[in-house]
T-cell receptor, first 115, second 114 residues
Framework: AQTVTQSQPEMSVQEAETVTLSCTYD???????LFWYKQPPSRQMILVIR??????QNATENRFSVNFQKAAKSFSLKISDSQLGDAAMYFC????????????FGTGTRLKVLA | DAGITQSPRHKVTETGTPVTLRCHQT?????MYWYRQDPGHGLRLIHY???????DKGEVSDGYSVSRSKTEDFLLTLESATSSQTSVYFC?????????????FGEGSRLTVL
């Protein structure tokens, strides 16, 4: 069975600095999707970034980028120039790309941004 | 906006009573999901559906049942609520452009079982 592990329950970053959130996963599939979702205090789940496993290039969305290490089954999220609005819970998630589309989430990392 | 509506948004009930949460979508997506969110556990999959009358269990399905008689509605039922089922429940749909695999979420339903 697939699993997703986020080993950092909480992280802090100074405003304008860079922070990296860790995620590891386990799967026997060769192709899959990986996602980072953000959940601010409003509770709404917002997609931050996605990565397809067959793509070698790391995904980037403005200040958000990932370091995807397929062999190590690692998928970390880097937030550059952190802003107060980045404070939220961040969830890493996994999904297959074929067959049954079950999405597996990690336990989350709470990010605090210090002014 | 993926057009997902959850109801009710908040509910307080007593142990042993039945509870049904409704998820409604307006965009005709095939896959729908129910998750529960608890501190320290993240989001855990309860049940999901891949079409009308086609459902399957997730990792925490005990005590829950689901039904999908129409494409747009996915119901989650707690036959006899227990305090351990106090949680925030999220409905989600697999949407987005073909091949993106993006999951869209409803706003969540907070359930308190006394």
């Amino acid at each position: 069975a697939q699993t997703v592990t986020q080993s950092q329950p909480e992280m802090s970053v100074q405003e304008a600095e860079t922070v990296t959130l860790s995620c590891t996963y386990d799967t026997s599939e060769s192709d899959y999707y990986l996602f980072w979702y953000k959940q601010p205090p409003s509770r709404q789940m917002i997609l931050v970034i996605r990565q397809e496993a067959y793509k070698q290039q790391n995904a980037t969305e403005n200040r958000f980028s990932v370091n995807f290490q397929k062999a190590a089954k690692s998928f970390s999220l880097k937030i550059s120039d952190s802003q107060l609005g980045d404070a939220a819970m961040y969830f890493c998630a996994y999904s297959r790309t074929s067959g049954t589309y079950k999405y597996i989430f990690g336990t989350g990392t709470r990010l605090k941004v210090l002014a | 906006d993926a057009g997902i509506t959850q109801s009710p948004r908040h509910k307080v009930t007593e142990t042993g009573t039945p509870v049904t949460l409704r998820c409604h979508q307006t965009e005709n997506h095939r896959y729908m999901y129910w998750y529960r969110q608890d501190p320290g556990h993240g989001l855990r999959l309860i049940h999901y559906s891949y079409g009308v009358k086609d459902t399957d269990k997730g990792e925490v399905s005990d005590g829950y049942s689901v039904s999908r008689s129409k494409t747009e509605d996915f119901l989650l039922t707690l036959e006899s609520a227990t305090s351990s089922q106090t949680s925030v429940y999220f409905c989600a749909i697999r949407g987005g452009a073909e091949g993106t695999g993006e999951l869209f979420f409803g706003e969540g339903s907070r359930l308190t079982v006394l």
